[in-house]
């Protein structure tokens, strides 16, 4: 039996090497460090530092007291600010009522206010009209501005407690009828007790406690003559002789 040399030797096959591909894991790290790397130099330039901070909502806060304010000052880092803090701090100053901070990135922030409502203004013996927030408290200085028809309390000590409870009920009422008032006086001998002068000059007794409820029934007396409308136990009004 004949054998032929080919049969027996198997034919030259190519060797097929395959590369392993780079590592997912390897790619992501390299990158990961890549990224890493501009961060830390963004923190370090001067882009992420606060370069604005803009207030809006002032009427009787002043920019300069509110920057005392701030946890934190131009040139801090963006990434540092907590903007709990920061409302906390500006409510430290009793005009304002509400704050709300927006970042905008890289290097600004906006903070807008909301202060607290001007519900009359203290007459004081210098014929001085300072604003009463709508807490009661009275601010110790002037503005250049008054609120429309705010009535004016007149004939009153400062820190009287009925006083404000007044400006407290005060902020409660609709503007329609809030509008109404023109001054506000102290009861002789009534210590619960206040007198409202209305526009229409009517003389309102009132006790402060029942402001809210009862004060709205004076829409049925204001196109009266001129007279005293009493609100209290009982309801009546005595025409001025």
């Known amino acids: 039996m004949v054998f032929l040399l080919q049969d027996r030797v198997p034919p030259l096959r190519k060797l097929i090497v395959h590369r392993k591909s780079p590592s997912k894991l390897a790619f992501f790290i390299v990158i990961l460090f890549f990224l ?28 300069n007291e509110l920057l005392h304010l701030l946890p934190f000052k ?48 203290f007459k004081t013996g210098y014929q001085r009209l300072l604003p009463i927030l709508s807490d009661g408290l009275i601010l110790e200085k002037q503005f250049g501005f008054l609120e429309v028809k705010r009535p004016i309390f007149f004939g009153w000590e400062k820190g009287n407690s009925l006083l404000t409870l007044t400006a407290r009920k005060l902020k409660k009422l ?17 210590e619960d007790q206040v007198c409202i002068i209305t526009c229409n000059h009517h003389f309102v007794y009132i006790r402060p406690c029942e402001l809210e409820k009862k004060f709205k029934l004076y829409k049925s007396f204001e196109n009266k003559l001129p007279g005293s409308l009493y609100l209290l136990e009982g309801i009546w009004f005595k025409p001025e002789k």
Do not use: C, H, Q, W
């Open 36 to 63: 890493s790397t501009l961060f830390f130099l963004f923190l370090k330039s001067p882009l992420s530092k606060i370069e604005t901070i803009k207030f809006s909502g002032l009427k009787l806060a002043k920019e």
């Open 74 to 121: 131009k040139g801090t880092s963006y990434f540092l600010l907590n903007n709990s803090l920061i409302k906390r701090e500006l409510k430290k100053n009793p005009v304002i009522e509400e704050v709300a901070v927006s970042r905008v990135f890289p290097n600004k922030v906006t903070i807008k206010v909301k202060e607290k409502e001007v519900v009359g203004y």
């Open 174 to 190: 609709p503007l329609d009828m809030l509008t109404k008032i023109k001054i506000i006086k102290p009861v002789a001998k009534s």
